[in-house]
């Protein structure tokens, strides 16, 4: 079945430092992909998306971009902040039903 | 803007012992979900109800019940606690079920503990 897989975290990073968190799925069609984060003691907000292949999503100054080839949507930052600290959360839309698919969630962890 | 409001935030509970979560949305909004997170897992689909006096079961429906009588507000019922329900529950709403259209609006949980 429909499947998402992150990296497994915490990741632990720098002020100023480059950001990548892994995702990638397993899925027939051709799925919508999503970034959701959560921050400290908050819900889940929708960070940014994509609905076909080579689709960039961006928002707050994170960019995944839709790989249909390596079946991936890594999500990147250029220089994180210590506020981005928060757990990070891929998901799937299958272009079949409308149920989510989740990835296990990646911590971040942002260091002055 | 209140948005989507769970209550309680927090909770603990004996195992056999029964309890009502509250979820309640303010943006007049059809769908609403209701969701577990598990240490190491994604969100996984508890219910969901397409519209008011409607539910349906998702990935995970056993030990719950839920009831959506009025269109703001979608309950989650424990009837019998087991400490495998030991979870961070949340409530989202959507106006339409593609998630694609309308991002779906989460409350900020409900960490339920069973002893």
């Known amino acids: 079945g429909d499947s998402v897989t992150q990296m497994e975290g915490p990741v632990t990073l720098s002020e100023e430092a480059f950001l990548t968190i892994n995702c990638t799925y397993t899925?027939?069609?051709?799925?919508?992909l999503f970034w959701y984060v959560q921050y400290p003691g908050e819900g889940l907000q929708l960070l940014l998306k994509?609905?076909?292949a080579d689709d960039k999503g961006s928002n707050k100054g994170f960019e995944a971009t839709y790989r249909k080839e390596t079946t991936s949507f890594h999500l990147e930052k250029g220089s994180v902040q210590v506020s981005d600290s928060a757990v990070y959360f891929c998901?799937?839309?299958?272009?079949?039903?409308?149920?989510?698919?989740w990835g296990a969630g990646t911590k971040l962890i942002i260091k002055p | 803007n209140a948005g989507v409001t769970q209550t309680p935030k927090f909770r603990v509970l004996k195992t056999g012992q029964s309890m009502t979560l509250l979820c309640a949305q303010d943006?007049?909004?059809?769908?609403m979900y209701w969701y577990r997170q598990d240490p190491g897992m994604g969100l996984r689909l508890i219910h969901y109800?397409?519209?008011?006096?409607?539910?349906a079961k998702g990935e995970v429906p056993d030990g719950y019940n839920v009831s959506r009588l009025k269109k703001q507000n979608f309950l989650l019922g424990l009837e019998s606690a087991a400490p495998s329900q030991t979870s961070v529950y949340f409530c989202?709403?959507?106006?339409?079920?593609?998630?694609?259209?309308?991002?779906?609006?989460f409350g900020d949980g409900t960490r339920l503990s069973i002893l």
């Open positions: 943006m007049n909004h059809e769908y």
């Open positions: 998901a799937l839309l299958p272009d079949s039903n409308y149920q989510l698919i």
């Open positions: 899925a027939t069609g051709y799925p919508s």
């Open positions: 109800s397409v519209g008011e006096g409607t539910t």
């Open positions: 994509a609905t076909k």
């Open positions: 989202a709403s959507s106006y339409s079920i593609l998630a694609l259209y309308q991002p779906q609006h």
